[in-house]
């Protein structure tokens, strides 16, 4: 595809439930990103991987969230046992290059619902 | 800590007039800077970069500006069009080691009025 994609847009998850979220990004880009926003807030960084190597999880809020981009490609955010305040939008986005200093291209984002 | 951040949270104009969006950020070692737009329910959308070694950078009726001494920059949009309302946020790149990743600030709404 022409542009990162995500899957599904809209989630509802029952609190407790677990959850993947999926990240296409454009071919060829070595650089992947992860992002949170919540209502009424800009993004905010979860984790990133060069490659298939995860290089800064930092962002992550717990060990309940997990990612994996195991061939450098597609990239899965996992949360387990979800919680009320993990509900969010979900951005992927990536880069040409590795380092994070060129411009990358976001995805339309999944938006997670726990009730 | 450090910090990106926008002065208003909401900024209305009239259709055709010019909009000027301003950002402040505080890591005085960052060095790229990137605007993005954000419609309802989509992604957020590259506008226009800048890097430190620079003080302004002009696109499409979109100009920014960096001033690296009061560390704050502007994104000024020509000519402001219906299609320019959403959220527009600023976002440094902050390096550690290798890898980089872009801090956000929240956000400024654009209303254009027709």
């Known amino acids: 595809g022409a542009g990162v994609s995500q899957s599904p847009r809209y989630k509802v998850a029952k609190r407790g439930q677990d959850v993947a979220l999926r990240c296409d990004p454009i071919?060829?880009?070595?650089?992947l990103f992860w992002y949170q926003q919540a209502l009424g807030q800009g993004p905010e960084f979860l984790t990133y991987?060069?490659?298939?190597?995860?290089?800064?999880k930092s962002g992550l809020p717990s060990d309940r969230f997990f990612a994996e981009r195991p061939e450098g490609s597609v990239s899965t955010l996992k949360i387990q046992r979800t919680q009320q305040e993990d509900s969010a939008v979900y951005l992927c986005a990536s880069s040409l290059a590795g380092g994070g200093d060129t411009e990358a291209f976001f995805g339309q984002g999944t938006r997670l619902t726990v009730v | 800590g450090e910090s990106v951040g926008l002065h208003l949270p909401t900024l209305s104009v009239q259709e055709g007039d010019n909009s000027i969006i301003n950002c402040a950020y505080s890591n005085s070692a960052s060095d790229y800077f990137i605007w993005y737009k954000q419609e309802s329910g989509k992604g957020p959308q590259f506008i226009i970069d800048i890097r430190s070694n620079m003080d302004k950078r002009q696109g499409q009726r979109v100009t920014v500006l960096l001033n690296k001494t009061v560390k704050h920059l502007s994104l000024q949009i020509a000519a402001t069009q219906p299609g320019d309302s959403a959220v527009y946020f600023c976002?440094?790149?902050?390096?550690?080691?290798?890898?980089?990743?872009?801090?956000f600030g929240q956000g400024t709404t654009l209303q254009v009025k027709p």
């Open positions: 991987f060069q490659n298939e190597a995860q290089l800064d």
């Open positions: 976002a440094e790149n902050r390096f550690s080691g290798n890898t980089g990743k872009l801090i």
């Open positions: 071919s060829g880009h070595v650089s």
